[in-house]
């Protein structure tokens, strides 16, 4: 392919929570190329699959990770070292996945670097781009040393997978790993044990997050009774942390395919011209994890617009889903290439 280059990304850590904060102590992310990468300064931060926050920019392919951390809650210094597969990591790396339609041109759910659509990102014109590369990879630290790891392609996020960190036993390299963290953030040994206690949580369990990565086989469909009604876009956030986006024509290809089940839905749709629309679904998390408990083999997501465009009730299998809310904001200025003229 032409056009190739180093990868070029930022590093970042999240957590679920405020009271899930870790503090990194040793890091390195191991590069295909032998370029060495690291994590941010200091925290986690913001909420889970995403840190809320860039750094300074890291090249080549990431293959793997070696970490030591600190979890207050736990009370432990964790150890992570983990392999990525490499030949996935070839692959996303190189993907760029669409965020916006190409004028008159049909868009793809992704390319590839040095493919001839990617002409049109480097457009000096900010609107035509219609793809973003791989911008960042995401550590999300769990309690009870879970760490899950995603690709972030800005309105796109794809999980990599879910590691297991160690407890640092070994009481040589526990010492030296508290006196990093000491040095670094200053501490006295005596403060340290005071926050020690204060944060500590005999309670805490990574089980909330591992369900939240539970994949079933579904797909959503968008209907209406009204005859006019087109649908053009959908982006959806993940419990898991991942998000995507689907444009035509994959959209109204969409296939049954393992996901995680979805706590935000964004649409885009019109019923005509000057009629255009967009709908947000806010899922509850108890009613949607209880349904699919029961589900098996393939299943559907019916997304129903009435036909005046003022409500929207979402079905699983033709079974009504109780859902926290939804809203519809009319007038939208979203153009695509079939929209009404």
Known sequence: MKNEKIPEWT???????????????????????GIRAGMPYGSSSDKWGNSGGMWTEQHGTPIGADFTYYASYDNAFYKLKIDFPV????DLVRRNYAFK???EKTVKEYVYTGDSDLTFIQDTDAPYRSYDAFTSLIFGFAPKGMVVVWVNYGLTVIEVGRYQAQVITNQQELQQAKEIHL?????????FDELAEKKYNPDTSCALWDMYRIRYQWKPVFVSKNPTFRIFEVNTEYYNGEKDQMFRPWLLENKRTDRALPRVMQFFWETGKGEKFEGRIFFNEKEIFNRFKTVSGENEMQIKISADNRSIEVFVNNEKLEITNFRIYPNSDKEYNESYK
């Open 11 to 33: 590093a970042e850590m999240c957590h679920p929570a405020n009271e899930y904060r870790i503090q990194m102590v040793k890091d390195e992310i191991f590069t295909l190329e």
């Open 87 to 90: 030949e996935k990591m070839k």
């Open 101 to 103: 339609e190409i004028k």
């Open 183 to 191: 040095r670094t953030w200053r501490f006295t040994p005596e403060y």
